[in-house]
């Protein structure tokens, strides 16, 4: 046995018996109390009774009082002897045990004379104890004698031994009970657990990174989870080191969150701009939300997150973004901040809170039903109210108080701000803070001038952009669009050369940087069972030999009632596919409270019910339309039994489905259909480009898609695999961050005097 097990053991018998045996010696001294007492007032009431005998005899000197004595002790079972004393203290006569009669002690008889009053002694030789009760008499109303009552008091030394015994006895079991339950529990709750806890830490040290969690151990639970969160780490460690050691094999050097934070680390070091990271999107990286009685923190699923996150981590950045959880209020401290992630807090989120008010005129309004149909060619008229702009500008100037807040005391920030909801916040940053560098990501389109010119607060838009250093769009179109809208509505100067802008004096750089996914894990296929596509459309009866894929927000820009239109003009043209083939729509409802949404959803609903109606069988249903955001292991799920992936949009930033469908695709099998006004289309030539609004085209290239043989999917599956492997969401990060370090800041003054060389970003080489 441990000796800790023993220690506890011991300390436990020790405390028991010591609290048995102290509660029980006062139990006993209160029992003995009681039955002294009892003794005492027998002694007494028998001296009561006896005493108008006693006195008549005391005041008789040829009395009987010798007789009198005789008949207590006959009548009396548990009197030992008793005797009369006169008043003067001399005996008169006795009764009983001559032993005993020698024992009596004078105090009691003296006290009882002075006094007047009963007086008792108890009083013990060797192993016998009795009480001795001496009782005033009264003759003619004086005090006469005393009578002395001898009882037998060696029942109540019985009695505590009785209680002695019984009290030994059931400290034996308690002990007995406690040693075996402690020992138990010991094992139970400490030493096995404990024992688990080495055993997986023995294992990690040893590198082996998948034994059985230890999450469950009740006890030991802050502990167990530090053991998995170090055993995360070092699967991601050791996931990162295989990749690098695969790639330098190889010859490759691809980009990974840890290169990418490595990167960064020495770039600051090697430059002046060393500053802290703050980004800013309107959506936040982490949500506290209640879940029953607990609060508990999702993390929305996005490809930013991914991207950024790292180098956040790594360097201790703020980000900045509208608080949306019903629990995010409760887990901020007084100055809207909570650390994250929350196992493991790395760097600070700053909440900004919006009023419904705000919500509805800056979001739903200004941003969703002006900017996005704006910059979006999908023939939905923006809607430009002023009320709007007015709420989109007051919007923007609370998140600029809020990232000036943040940035107090840091010196040459580095600010990313993201999307089409912050068109003013870069002016407004540098207007205030001018050592910081400022970046901002427009992660849709730019349209070209004439279809910009529509906006009635064009210039203050772009007013407000070229307030940043730099301008990222996803590809070199969107980046001439801007730079034709920047000439045509402002007084500035243009460079397309170096692709960069000045607007008094303040020089702006506007690069592509196509956007992608994470590619970790992309080779990395182990004995993970993946369902089948049987498995997959069980749940939804229905039975089919291929599957093509849709996985989109359901906006109107993604071509999803148009892509319908093209399954339906397949099973038209090719009859033989039908119950061979079903198409898998998932599309998350957005922005719901927008009437232009709401109606895209009723016509997507309609036409998936057309469809089958129209087609389906009793086995088989066309089109199965999951209408949720689904997790991101079941979109993986569907993108790896698809056949096809259809990706259709009317107009699209870049499209990152397409690069997920790639990335997913380990077994080099599958064929993406692409939309040429995608900006994904510009990198992923390999694809089935297609013209969305072109249905027979569509319908074509999906059936050239179903019969495509097997050598030339795999060949441009994994060629498209080697483009977004090698374009990766880090080397995206890299690549804008790298650039905004990078930046020479001008004043104003100088900088208006000429284009300085210097202070343009030159594009990043950054090469595999
Ligand atoms: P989005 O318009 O949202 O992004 P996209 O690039 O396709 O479009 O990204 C959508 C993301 O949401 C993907 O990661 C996808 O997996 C996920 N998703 C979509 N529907 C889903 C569903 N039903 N369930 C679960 N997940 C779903 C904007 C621009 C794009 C640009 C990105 C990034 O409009 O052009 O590529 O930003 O810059």
Known sequence: MSSFRLRLILALVLSVTVVSLASTYFEVLAHKHILRVELERRAASLGAGMQPALEQAISDPQGSASSVLASIL??????????????????????????????????????????????????????????????PLYA?????????????????????????????????????????VTALMVSWLLTRPANRLAERLRRLRLGHVDGASTSDLSLFKPLAREVENMSESLKEARAAAATEARLREAGESLWTAERFVAHIRQRSADGEANGRLFVVSNREPYVHQRQ???????????????????????????????????????????????????????????????????????????????????CHIAHTRPIFRASDWEMYKAV??????????????NENPLVF?????????????KNARPDARVAIFWHIPWPNPEAFGICPWQAELLD?????????????????????????????R??????????????????????????????????????????????????????????DRLDYTKGIVERLMAFERLLEEHPWQRERVTFVQIAAPTRSRIPTYIELRHRVENKVADINTRFGTQKWTPVVLIERQASHEEVAAWYRVADLCLVTSLHDGMNLVAKEYIAARSDEDGVLILSKFTGAAVELREALIVNPYHIDGVAEAMH????????????????????????????????VLGDLRDLRIENAEAGSAAWGDAAVVEPQRISA
């Open 74 to 135: 006959n009548r009396h079972g548990s009197a030992l002897a008793v005797a009369l004393y006169d008043a003067k203290d001399n005996l008169v006569a006795s009764s009983g045990a001559a032993a005993m009669l020698y024992s009596i002690r004078p105090g009691p008889i003296q006290t009882a004379l002075k006094r007047g009053n009963n007086s008792s002694l108890f009083s013990h030789t060797g192993s016998s104890d009795w009480l001795e009760e001496a009782v």
């Open 140 to 180: 003619n109303g004086n005090l006469a004698g005393v009578l002395v009552i001898l009882e037998d008091a060696n029942a109540i030394r019985a009695d505590s031994a009785v209680v002695w015994k019984h009290t030994i006895w059931r400290v034996t079991a308690t002990v007995i009970l406690i040693a075996g």
């Open 292 to 374: 029953g009685k607990e609060i508990v923190c999702v993390v929305p699923p996005s490809g930013l997150v991914t991207a950024i996150e790292p180098v956040l981590r790594a360097t201790d950045g703020v980000w900045v973004a509208s608080g949306s959880g019903s629990e995010d209020r409760a887990t901020v401290d007084e100055f809207d901040r909570v650390r994250v992630p929350p196992d493991d807090p790395r760097y600070t989120l700053r909440r900004v809170w919006l009023s419904a008010e705000e919500e509805a005129g800056y979001y739903d309004g200004f941003a969703n039903e002006g900017i996005w149909p704006l």
């Open 396 to 409: 923007n100037h609370k998140f600029a108080e809020a990232l000036l807040h943040e940035m107090e005391g």
């Open 417 to 429: 701000v993201q999307d089409y909801h912050f068109a003013l916040l870069p002016r407004l940053i």
């Open 464 to 492: 407000g952009l070229l307030g940043a250093d730099l301008i990222g769009f996803h590809i070199p179109l969107h980046c001439n669009n801007f730079l034709d809208t920047v000439d045509r509505v402002l007084e500035s």
């Open 494 to 551: 243009t460079d397309r050369e170096r692709m960069a802008a000045r607007r008094r004096g303040h020089l702006t750089s506007v690069r592509p940087y196509p956007i992608s996914v994470a590619t970790d894990g992309m080779n990395d296929d182990r004995a993970t069972a993946h369902a089948t596509l049987d498995e997959m459309l069980r749940p939804f009866n229905t039975h089919a030999e291929r599957v093509i894929l849709g996985v």
């Open 704 to 735: 050239r898609g179903l019969e495509m043989e097997y050598d030339e999917r795999r060949q441009r599956m994994s060629r498209m695999r080697r483009h977004v492997m090698e374009h990766n969401v880090y080397r995206w990060a890299a690549s």
